[in-house]
């Protein structure tokens, strides 16, 4: 778009004869650049406007030695490492400083980094219900204020029969830690029926 209004306003300054202060006012150039553009503008037509640098290699191009021995080492020490964590190793054990996007590009060009949009789709099977009450436990807790300012904050840990989704055992605990678990187990397995599995 910017070579578009470059090319109307040096046109307006050949064929019009508009001035080459307003046309650098304009363009937000200077006169000399104006006269510049002008002179590219009478040789070559608007193609002498375009940048003379498109079609070639940037300024902040890698280099391609540098690139192939980036590649090299994460190839031999870092090939199961994502992009971000090659950049720091690179950095941190190699001296290699380069921007992680720069690193992701190499990987994924190489072959050694997959882009997550460009992963297929993991599906996950849903696990089949156990066929008997009391055959596997789920187990959670829950921090919360139960008796609000009547006594401190507590945890209920929950005991959910997989099979019937039954509750099959409430207990508070001071904090969701092993030994709570402990003492809740042992309301569980007082009750008449047998646990054959706990799962948490």
Not at 77 to 99: M, N, S, V
Request: glycine letters at 8%; aromatic letters at 8%; one cysteine or more.
């Amino acid at each position: 778009m910017r070579e578009l209004d470059r090319l109307k306003v040096i046109q307006a300054v050949v064929d019009l004869g508009l001035k080459p202060g307003r046309a650098a006012e304009r363009l937000g150039l200077t006169v000399r650049q104006i006269e510049r553009l002008v002179i590219r503008y009478r040789e070559s037509g608007a193609v002498g406007l375009t940048s003379r640098k498109r079609g070639g290699p940037g300024n902040r191009r890698l280099d391609a030695e540098l690139a192939q021995r980036v590649l090299t080492i994460i190839r031999d020490r870092y090939a199961d490492f994502g992009p971000t964590l090659a950049c720091e190793k690179l950095r941190e054990c190699h001296g290699i400083q380069l921007a992680k996007e720069t690193v992701r590009r190499l990987m994924t060009e190489a072959g050694l980094w997959v882009p997550r949009r460009q992963r297929p789709p993991k599906f996950y099977q849903p696990r089949a219900r156990r066929a008997c009450l009391g055959e596997l436990i789920q187990i959670d807790g829950s921090d919360h204020r139960w008796f609000e300012e009547r006594a401190p904050a507590c945890t209920l840990l929950v005991y959910v029969d997989d099979a019937t989704s039954r509750l099959m055992h409430l207990h508070f605990a001071a904090t969701e830690s092993t030994f709570s678990y402990f003492e809740g187990h042992a309301g569980v397995y007082r009750t008449p029926w047998q646990a054959g599995g706990v799962l948490q």
